[in-house]
């Protein structure tokens, strides 16, 4: 079993859906927790970390649910240059490596 | 900018050959992380630094793989003997900034 999964998408939604992002995580000690974004042929970049008490951001709201290990990302009003690919990822301890789960892959369409 | 640079962007080398991989963050950092990452997945760690120091490596980071950071700034990976199964873009991290560089996309032909 994967340590970060993540619904495997492709997620095809027109401009100005909601559109919600699972992930889940095998390791109950992990202690912090982010969403990435990757946009085609680039490097990932930190979107939210995300917090037990849920953390909003503009359009952008993420939630944890440390009981059942559980991660979303909603996105509220699509937008087209939300089409990326958004990353779960999760850190075990102090400053150990990320842990990436495989990404969804979102395509907003007109 | 990311504060993180890379270099090359790409590389293309033929199975067999050696590559050399650099990364430079900007400002000083302790720690420097390597990740792999193969098309459809998300980036695979490799190995890090603290300052001059490798702390730690994982398993993807066979015999053919070494790493260095000399001066606890800059840091190299070095392949060698490539492999096709090598092809992949090789990310630098600086974790207290979570800032990746942009990355070498190397394939092996």
């Known amino acids: 079993r994967k340590e970060v999964e993540q619904d495997p998408g492709p997620f095809n939604v027109p401009e100005g859906a909601t559109v919600a992002f699972n992930c889940t995580y095998s390791?109950?000690?992990?202690?912090?927790f982010f969403w990435y974004r990757q946009d085609c042929r680039k490097e990932p970049k930190l979107l939210m970390s995300?917090?037990?008490s849920g953390n909003e951001d503009g359009r952008f709201t993420a939630q944890l649910n440390r009981a059942s290990q559980y991660i979303s990302l909603l996105i509220r009003d699509s937008k087209l240059s939300d089409s990326a690919t958004y990353l779960c990822?999760?850190?075990?301890?102090?400053?150990?490596?990320?842990?990436f789960g495989k990404g969804t892959r979102l395509s907003v369409i007109a | 900018d990311t504060g993180v640079s890379q270099d090359p962007r790409h590389k293309i080398t033929k199975r067999g050959q050696n590559v050399t991989f650099r990364c430079d963050p900007i400002?000083?950092?302790?720690?420097l992380y390597w990740y792999r990452q193969t098309l459809g997945q998300g980036p695979e760690f490799l190995t890090y630094?603290?300052?001059?120091?490798?702390?730690?490596k994982s398993r993807l980071l066979s015999d053919r793989f070494s790493a260095e950071r000399p001066k606890g700034s800059f840091s190299t990976l070095e392949i060698q003997r490539t492999e096709q199964g090598d092809s992949a873009m090789y990310l630098c991290?600086?974790?207290?900034?979570?800032?990746f560089g942009p990355g070498t996309r190397l394939l092996v032909l």
């Open positions: 390791n109950s000690a992990s202690q912090s």
């Open positions: 991290a600086i974790q207290e900034t979570q800032y």
């Open positions: 995300v917090y037990s």
């Open positions: 630094f603290q300052n001059e120091a490798q702390l730690e």
């Open positions: 400002s000083e950092h302790n720690r």
């Open positions: 990822v999760v850190r075990n301890s102090g400053n150990t490596p990320l842990v």
